[in-house]
């Protein structure tokens, strides 16, 4: 990773823009538009184009115009690359909007996803951010330095209260039927927030104990949570695959599961398996 790249300055300077954006389209009327279809094949609204556009704009303003080569990856436009040539560029990988849906809904839980990776896999990402603009929480890591939430550390290990919260993402009744059913006698509650950010964040500060995906995700949604989760001393699989074996390509689409321990990731693996299989 680029190191002299003030990483957390530039994803802050794109919170507080887009914060004005929401706040400038208050209703559900203003902000059900759409344009057409994205890069990553969901509906794009013009609040995720305009979302996504001042992330490029605070990339090039910052990191690209002091001489930084970078490849983004992003949910609406894809794969593309800033700057000077450079192979070795760091991946960008950016959704603007993590939980669109609520946005479009005017319902406060949604986030902004940036992660920062030095190759091509998320075991390569070395910088990870969400913000929860409904509960106005910031979460980042740093590889090796651990995790924060709001600028304070996030605390390894702690007390385990069992599976008393999971968080349940892609929520479609169809869809969450076997895991309901498996997690059944095994968690004391569900909770589905809307965006697979915020879930796995709230993984990572033990606002949940573990949390499934019922439908594959796109990396873009899990790049940066990830990394918080791990640095806060928790675990995440995509898909039973390694970490070095999950890449961070728009096309790519994973099972995700994340816990505070190899018990509770055990109990919403076998959750999520019985949602759909694992890939053989």
Not at 111 to 122: E, F, N, P, Y
Not at 147 to 163: C, E, R, V, W
Not at 170 to 181: D, F, L, N, Q, T
Not at 260 to 267: G, I, N, Q, V, Y
């Amino acid at each position: 990773m680029q190191r002299d790249i003030d990483w957390l300055d530039v994803c802050r300077r794109v919170v507080a823009r887009q914060a004005d954006l929401f706040e400038a389209a208050p209703s559900i009327a203003e902000r059900t538009v759409y344009e057409g279809r994205g890069e990553g094949g969901d509906m794009t609204l013009e609040l995720d184009r305009r979302c996504e556009d001042i992330v490029f704009e605070e990339l090039e303003a910052g990191p690209v115009a002091a001489g930084a080569s970078l490849t983004a990856i992003s949910e609406e436009r894809g794969e593309v690359h800033l700057g000077p040539s450079d192979s070795d560029a760091p991946r960008v990988v950016i959704d603007p909007i993590d939980g669109s849906m609520n946005v479009r809904r005017t319902i406060p839980s949604h986030s902004l996803s940036i992660a920062v990776a030095s190759g091509a896999s998320m075991a390569d990402v070395d910088f990870g951010f969400v913000h929860d603009f409904g509960a106005r929480d910031e979460f980042a890591a740093a590889r090796g330095r651990g995790a924060t939430l709001n600028g304070h550390p996030i605390a390894s290990g702690g007390p385990d209260s069992g599976l008393e919260v999971v968080g349940l993402e892609s929520a479609e009744p169809s869809w969450i039927r076997g895991a309901v059913e498996a997690l059944d006698g095994k968690a004391y509650r569900l909770r589905s927030i809307g965006s697979i950010a915020i879930t796995m964040s709230y993984v990572a500060c033990r606002r949940f104990d573990a949390m499934l995906s019922a439908r594959r995700c796109r990396s873009v949604d899990a790049a940066a949570a990830q990394l918080i989760v791990r640095e806060a001393g928790g675990a995440v699989e995509f898909a039973g695959l390694e970490l070095e074996q999950a890449e961070l390509d728009l096309d790519a689409r994973y099972a995700v599961i994340a816990a505070r321990s190899p018990e509770h990731l055990a109990t919403v693996r076998a959750a999520q398996e019985a949602t759909f299989p694992p890939p053989q």
